[in-house]
Structure formats: C-alpha cells, structure tokens
C-alpha cells in the first residue's frame, strides 16, 4: 500500500513537471519552431525554482547564473538612486527574467532583480545553455531570436520614453498590461513610467482601464 502510494506520488510530480514543461515549449515555439526532439532535450536540462514574496534574486554586483521561465508571479528590475528606487522592467508569466546582459556576458550587474510576489520558475544554468547552444545550432538560432525579440522590447520601451507624454505612457501600459495595477504597488508602476506619483493618481482615476 505504501509503495502504491509513492508510486502515485511520483506520477503525480512528473504529470505537473511535465505539464510545466509543456508551458515552456509552447512560449519557445511562439518564437521559433525547431525539432521537437532537440527542443525535448533542451528542456530536460530546465529545473524547477520557487521564491517568496520579496525575495532579492540578483543584486548589484553579483553575476546572473540563470535564466529564469516565469510560470507564477510577478518580479522587478530596479536600480537604486539615492536609496530610491527606480523600475527597469516587470515580467510575469509567460516570460523570460533574470538580468539578460549580465546572464549572456557573465558580468556584475548593475541592478536588482526581486519577486513583487511569491513566484515559481523554471531555470536553466548559463554553462547548461551554452552546452546546448554549442550541441545544437537550432538552439543557437533560437535564442537569437529571442535576443531579438528583448532589443525589439527595449527599443519600445526607449521609443515610449522619449517620445510620448506622461498621459501616452500611461494609456499604453493599461492596454499592455491592465492586470499589474491591482497586484502591483502604484509607486513601483508609476516609477517604471517615470511619472511622478501625484501625476500618476491623476491618470489613474481619470483613465479607463
């Protein structure tokens, strides 16, 4: 009977590690179909990782050994200015974190990485992916791609930045993500959007969300 039920136990963990898995290569073959089987054992190399609320992942001055598929929760990227902080980016699932430039180059980064809320992961370790990479030039190509894709979110991000007002800023964070301003403190929100906190209760309660 005991037996049984470790057996049930260990089909149980694999059917949700699996299914977690399964979220994974989905989001990956949005952004670039390759050979299932090399993608499968790609994947197999991706562990599962869960933090609490709050937790500081990465600081300033340490390097990013892994890069991290968000399956639950909310984190943020911040520089501190003056003991303030000062939002660099949100992810959420689905989605890559972690700090890409310091996880590709090996090198100190410059900010924090830290969960808003409780939040569960897949990763994979840089010497992992590159292994992979070097293996199979599918996988390679890939993460190109998908390097591509992060300069494309940065290049908007800039572009909104520079070019739209506070009021333009705003409109396009509610249409892009309406969710994080009931899981997200406003201050951090209103930080990511360089407004300044007065301004941002203004839009807030006069823009439809």
Avoid at 9 to 17: G, N, P
Avoid at 52 to 65: D, F, N, V
Wanted: some cysteine; proline content about 3%; hydrophobic content about 35%.
């Amino acid at each position: 009977m005991l037996q049984q039920n470790l057996n049930s136990i260990k089909t149980q963990f694999s059917q949700t590690v699996s299914c977690k898995l399964i979220n994974l290569k989905e989001f990956l073959n949005k952004i670039h179909s390759i050979d299932q089987d090399t993608l499968d054992t790609y994947l197999s190399e991706w562990t599962e990782y869960e933090a609490p609320r709050k937790t500081i992942m990465t600081a300033p001055g340490e390097t990013e050994r892994y890069m991290y598929f968000v399956l639950e929760g909310i984190q943020k990227s911040y520089y501190l200015n003056d003991y303030k902080q000062h939002v660099i980016a949100f992810t959420y699932a689905p989605s890559f974190s972690g700090i890409p430039e310091s996880f590709l180059t090996q090198t100190p980064s410059k900010y924090f990485l830290e969960t808003i809320t409780e939040s569960a992961f897949l990763r994979i370790s840089f010497e992992k992916h590159q292994q992979m990479m070097k293996e199979y030039r599918e996988i390679e190509t890939l993460f190109r791609k998908a390097t591509e894709l992060v300069l494309i979110g940065m290049i908007q991000r800039h572009y909104e930045l520079m070019a739209l007002d506070i009021s333009e800023r705003f409109t396009s964070f509610a249409q892009r993500s309406p969710h994080l301003f009931s899981l997200v403190a406003h201050k951090d929100i209103a930080s990511y959007l360089r407004i300044d906190s007065t301004n941002f209760s203004k839009l807030f309660n006069t823009i439809k969300i």
